[in-house]
Structure formats: C-alpha cells, structure tokens
C-alpha cells in the first residue's frame, strides 16, 4: 500500500472515529456508537503505523495535511455542507505543507 492510500484509510478511520463520539456526545447517539468509533480508532493507528516515514513525528505531521483534506471532504459528503473558499485555501496550504515534509530531499 503507498503512503498516500495509507494516510487516506487512516484519515477515513480517525474521522469515522471520532464522528462516533461526537453523534454519541453532541447528538444524543446510543451509547452503543462508540463501540465502532474505538475499532476504527484503533485501525487508525495502525494504518499510520505503516507509513513508510523514517520517524513517527515526520509520518504525523505529514499526515497532517491529508487528514483536513479528508475532514473537509467528510464535511461535505456525510455532513451535507459545501466547504468554503477559506476551507479550501488553507487545506491547499496544509497538502502542500505536507507534501514537502514526505517527498523533500534528505540529506545524510
């Protein structure tokens, strides 16, 4: 699996994640949400386990970048609202600020 589709999965389970805990907290939800919202917590952070970063705070920050990408994305397909030209420039800014953390040169 690349980097790329490892982030996007981690990405999609950490939201999922932690939209089960908002609808439990914020829209009444059963309890009973939580219990997928943990396994998908827990995919999470396996997923970015795998990344291929030589340093875990190097895959995070990167990841960084994907995951509002994805939040936005989630904002729009599941919570039914279309993000704003704002949303949209500062997630340009943070993918390119990811981009240069993953594929810059390294020097030894």
């Known amino acids: 699996m690349t980097t790329l589709a490892i982030y996007v999965a981690a990405a999609l389970a950490e939201i999922a994640g932690c939209f089960s ?3 439990w907290w914020r829209l009444d939800k059963s309890l009973v949400w939580l219990l997928p919202g943990v396994a998908s917590l827990i995919l999470f952070a396996w997923l970015l386990s795998l990344s291929d970063a030589d340093y875990a705070g190097r895959a995070y920050a990167a990841y ?6 994805a939040s936005l994305g989630w904002l729009w397909l599941v919570e039914q609202r279309l993000p704003d030209r704002w949303d949209l420039i500062g997630a340009t800014i943070c993918l390119a600020g990811a981009g240069i953390i993953l594929l810059a040169p390294r020097g030894g």
């Open 21 to 23: 805990v908002w609808a």
């Open 64 to 69: 960084g970048g994907v995951y509002i990408v």
